[in-house]
Nanobody
Framework: QVQLVESGGGLVQPGGSLRLSCVVS????????MGWYRQAPGKQRELVAS???????LYADSVKGRFTISRVNAKNTLYLQMNSLKPEDTAVYYC??????????WGQGTQVTVSS
């Protein structure tokens, strides 16, 4: 059974940075495009960034130029470097397969709170 374990969230001031990690077990991580998603209170889950198997990336307009998605296949790990954080980035962040594929069971996510 596939397991997704996100970590790295926390409380940060506006303008700060965080690096999220997602370890994937129980699947052949390297053959699937992956994505980071987030869900803010009262809102639907949205795609933040995705990366395919060759390393090409796509970003939501709201995070373009501030966030960087990457992957290390040898470690079955997906990363999201978040810089210049804004209060509107506050959400629970999740990883999963890219949206063109059926998702795995969602993990617990990691809370990111941007506040002064």
């Amino acid at each position: 059974q596939v397991q997704l374990v996100e970590s790295g969230g926390g409380l940060v001031q506006p303008g700060g940075s965080l690096r999220l990690s997602c370890v994937v077990s129980g699947s052949i991580f390297s053959i699937y495009p992956m994505g980071w998603y987030r869900q803010a209170p009262g809102k639907q889950r949205e795609l933040v960034a995705s990366i395919n198997t060759s390393g090409s990336t796509l970003y939501a307009d709201s995070v373009k130029g501030r966030f960087t998605i990457s992957r290390v296949n040898a470690k079955n790990t997906l990363y999201l470097q978040m810089n210049s954080l804004k209060p509107e980035d506050t959400a629970v962040y999740y990883c999963n397969r890219a949206p063109q594929l059926s998702p795995y069971n969602w993990g617990q996510g990691t809370q990111v709170t941007v506040s002064s």
